[in-house]
């Protein structure tokens, strides 16, 4: 019994070192996407081609958790949620009609659960690893147009590489987002489908307070 004892001792102080060493933060950030611009046209009797476009792509924020947890002396696993908000531009023309471009703006909200792996060099942290992007909601300026319609992927994965420095409880982040699929949107106008055929990227930046 007290040979165990002896045993079980060692494990359980490494268990508590261990758990005293993860640590719990929130984040917020700013992240932008990048979106080379695509033209579409749909065909009608009688008329001019119909032209819509995809235009840019504009700064979002960002918000969220995450977990540091220690796998050695300089590897940690850095589970994290995120709530990300996005803007993406585009221009609807109907030639036929003087005037009638319009330019407007799409705003679509995600969660992302990047899971990282983490290595320290010197004060330099280097991250990767897969990311878990899960749709939530969108609204445009044209919502309430008759005939248009929008559907988006609930579920994509991606990745993320990076590197981030710790400076006391605060951490400063960069990395760079990118998607293995593509971007999973789909428009259609009066009875035209068509799919955005890109993966979106973005260099996302934030700031990270552990407790």
């Given amino acids: 019994m007290r040979n165990r004892i002896i045993i079980l001792l060692p494990l359980l102080f490494l268990s508590v070192v261990s758990f005293a060493q993860i640590e719990l933060g929130i984040k917020a950030g700013l992240a932008t996407e990048s979106l080379q611009g695509e033209d579409f046209s749909f065909s009608r009797a009688g008329g001019e ?7 840019d792509a504009d700064y979002g924020f ?18 994290e949620v995120t709530f ?10 109907d030639p036929d009609t ?5 330019v407007f703006d799409e705003r679509y909200n995600d969660v992302n659960v990047p899971v990282l792996l983490s290595y320290k060099v010197a004060f330099l942290r280097f991250n990767a ?5 899960f749709f939530l909601s969108n609204t445009n300026d044209l919502s309430n147009q008759e005939g248009l319609d929008r559907t988006f992927d609930t579920f994509n994965l991606g990745y993320t590489l990076g590197g981030s420095i ?7 982040d960069v990395r760079y987002d990118g998607n293995f699929s593509k971007y999973g949107e789909t428009w259609t106008f009066d009875g035209n489908e068509f799919e955005i055929d890109q993966a979106p ?3 996302i930046g934030s700031v ?3 407790f």
């Fill in 49 to 55: 081609d119909l032209r819509f476009a995809l235009e």
């Fill in 62 to 79: 960002q918000f969220g958790a995450l977990l540091r947890l220690p796998l050695g002396e300089k590897l940690t696993l850095q589970p």
């Fill in 84 to 93: 990300n908000s996005s803007k993406t531009n585009y221009r609807f023309d």
């Fill in 98 to 102: 003087p005037g009638s471009e319009v």
């Fill in 129 to 133: 690893g897969p990311v878990g992007h």
């Fill in 166 to 172: 710790d400076i006391g409880p605060l951490t400063l």
């Fill in 201 to 203: 990227k973005r260099w």
């Fill in 208 to 210: 990270a307070y552990r």
